[in-house]
């Protein structure tokens, strides 16, 4: 059976859609949604031997040959311009590694209506490369699962404009307020609190300054942010 984490993430594919989804590994997301009658065909991506490996095996052994195509690729290479994907989903894996995905190779989104990351941690470098990219985001949601929080992001071509506490904490999250999002923030302030403390006793540089009094700034934007 597909993860708490990984059905959100299927939540937000549309029906029919065609899919790529990159960083597969065993390719359980794309199996199933076709197992699910929720799309046709799907490409899973992976650039590593031994999560391709696995990957096809499933495929194979679930009789999904047919519908999805497994390749070795870095990233978006795995997309074809044949392809026609309009669905990219790429999730499990940190934030600024998504980013970066979805940076290089670009132009293989050219067909792309729908991106959908669950960035594990640093999700705020997604929304930049939205923001840097003409992509707006459509739609969140956050989930706890095995004692985790991971949180899910969709994007849509267009403009989007956000505050810095949207970019850290995300516009639909911040709206929704959800227990989950307490306590992923709570957790953070906790750990912030931690490190500017250790920072005030030990280091008296300049940088270390530095860093103390930006920490201290992301820590009262989200205290801002959870007291309203
Ligand atoms: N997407 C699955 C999930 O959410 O359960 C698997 C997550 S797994 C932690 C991350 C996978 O991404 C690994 O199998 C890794 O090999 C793959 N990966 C990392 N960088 C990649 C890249 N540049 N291109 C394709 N796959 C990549």
Redesign the pocket.
Same mark, same amino acid.
């Given at each position: 059976n597909l993860s708490e984490r990984?059905k959100l993430v299927a939540s937000f594919v549309e029906q029919g859609t065609v899919l790529a #989804?990159?960083?597969? #590994?065993h390719a359980?997301?794309p199996c199933w949604l076709i197992q699910n009658g929720l799309i046709s065909r799907a490409i899973a991506?992976?650039?590593?031997k031994g999560?391709f490996e696995s990957a096809k095996r499933n495929v194979q052994s679930e009789g999904l040959g047919k519908q999805i195509t497994v390749r070795m690729a870095?990233?978006l290479r795995a997309i074809e311009q044949n392809d026609s994907v309009e669905t990219v989903t790429i999730?499990?894996?940190g934030g600024s590694?998504i980013a970066s995905?979805l940076d290089n190779d670009s132009e293989r989104l050219a067909s792309v209506k729908r991106i959908i990351v669950?960035p594990n941690i640093h999700s705020m470098a997604i929304r930049q490369w939205a923001v840097d990219n003409s992509w707006k985001i459509v739609n969140e949601a956050i989930v706890k699962e095995d004692r985790k929080i991971y949180e899910v992001l969709v994007l849509e071509p267009g403009k989007g404009t956000y505050s810095s506490e949207e970019m850290l904490m995300g516009p639909y999250l911040i709206k929704e307020c959800a227990d989950a999002f307490l306590e992923k923030w709570q957790g953070e302030l906790a750990e912030l609190s931690r490190v500017i403390t250790a920072l005030t006793k030990s280091a008296q540089s300049e940088e270390a300054k530095m860093k103390r009094q930006q920490l201290s700034e992301t820590k009262d934007l989200i205290e801002r942010v959870l007291h309203k």
């Amino acid at each position: 059976n597909l993860s708490e984490r990984l059905k959100l993430v299927a939540s937000f594919v549309e029906q029919g859609t065609v899919l790529a #989804d990159i960083g597969s #590994d065993h390719a359980y997301l794309p199996c199933w949604l076709i197992q699910n009658g929720l799309i046709s065909r799907a490409i899973a991506g992976e650039v590593v031997k031994g999560p391709f490996e696995s990957a096809k095996r499933n495929v194979q052994s679930e009789g999904l040959g047919k519908q999805i195509t497994v390749r070795m690729a870095n990233g978006l290479r795995a997309i074809e311009q044949n392809d026609s994907v309009e669905t990219v989903t790429i999730a499990g894996m940190g934030g600024s590694l998504i980013a970066s995905i979805l940076d290089n190779d670009s132009e293989r989104l050219a067909s792309v209506k729908r991106i959908i990351v669950q960035p594990n941690i640093h999700s705020m470098a997604i929304r930049q490369w939205a923001v840097d990219n003409s992509w707006k985001i459509v739609n969140e949601a956050i989930v706890k699962e095995d004692r985790k929080i991971y949180e899910v992001l969709v994007l849509e071509p267009g403009k989007g404009t956000y505050s810095s506490e949207e970019m850290l904490m995300g516009p639909y999250l911040i709206k929704e307020c959800a227990d989950a999002f307490l306590e992923k923030w709570q957790g953070e302030l906790a750990e912030l609190s931690r490190v500017i403390t250790a920072l005030t006793k030990s280091a008296q540089s300049e940088e270390a300054k530095m860093k103390r009094q930006q920490l201290s700034e992301t820590k009262d934007l989200i205290e801002r942010v959870l007291h309203k």
